[in-house]
């Protein structure tokens, strides 16, 4: 599972942002949120004839693919960094 | 004791053979089944240093486009690959005819309900060797498997 995402923007016109995000202490806190949202996930399953533990097993495997995920766009203008360790 | 080995002790039994030679060729028919049993034999090589992810790397000079000098490197992990198709399979076929049509018309005619997860398998074992170089004075493309 991905531990750390970095996250780096550049617009023209306005300052870069910089975004260290550590996984594991963000999905802790949205943890009420996430509950929801796999609630609705569920429901939207059972309306669409999905099998709900299938779509939850391939939602989490895809999750956890992202680690080692590199984007860089660098342009004079714009920037645009994503890293997911 | 395997067959062969009988055989030479046959052989040596009845004298075909002296008791040297015997002992060298059960020396080298051991050689032969530990090479055989290895696990790491050049045959094995390939599979152990499977390509994980696929890389599109770009340099553009300042002359190419106008925009000036850029640069473009993306790492996708060919698990994503997978856990996609995986996903995409769950997708009802109502759903995936509609991604086909809107698909076609935007100049992509690919048909995702004859995606299954064990074609991306073999499309990952093609990707593995191949390597894309396009080497031009204003730009250059890299696209290969590491």
């Known amino acids: 599972m991905p531990q750390l995402l970095r996250l780096q923007v550049r617009r023209p016109n306005h300052r870069r942002v910089r975004l260290w995000i550590p996984v594991l202490p963000v999905l802790i806190v949205l943890s009420p949120l ?40 660098d342009e004079p203008e714009a920037l645009l960094f994503l890293d997911i360790r | 004791m395997n067959e062969q080995g009988k055989q030479i002790l046959q ?11 015997a002992a060298r060729l059960l020396d080298a028919l051991e050689q032969t089944e530990v090479r055989e049993r290895e696990p790491s034999s050049p045959a094995h090589e390939p599979n152990q240093r499977r390509a994980k992810y696929l890389r599109v790397m770009v340099d553009m000079s300042e ?68 390597t894309v170089d396009v080497d031009q004075p204003d730009a250059k493309v890299r696209v290969f498997c590491e």
Do not use: Y
């Not at chain 1, 309306?47 to 080692?68: E, S």
């Not at chain 2, 040596?12 to 053979?17: M, R, V």
């Not at chain 2, 086909?100 to 093609?126: F, M, R, Y």
């Open chain 1, 34 to 73: 996430l509950l929801l949202v796999t609630l609705a996930a569920i429901l939207a399953c059972l309306v669409f004839r999905i099998n709900p533990i299938w779509a939850l097993v391939a939602a989490g495997r895809l999750l956890c693919a992202l680690k080692g995920t590199h984007v860089e766009v």
């Open chain 2, 63 to 130: 002359s190419f486009g106008g925009d000036g000098p850029g640069k473009v490197n993306v790492r996708v992990p060919f698990q994503l690959l997978r856990a996609g198709v995986q996903l995409a399979s769950l997708i009802p076929p109502q759903a995936l005819g509609r991604v086909n049509e809107e698909l076609k018309k935007s100049g992509v005619p690919v048909d995702l309900t004859q995606l299954k997860p064990q074609h991306i398998e073999e499309l990952i074992e093609a990707l593995d060797e191949m």
């Open chain 2, 11 to 21: 052989m040596l039994a009845e004298g075909k053979i002296t008791a040297n030679e």
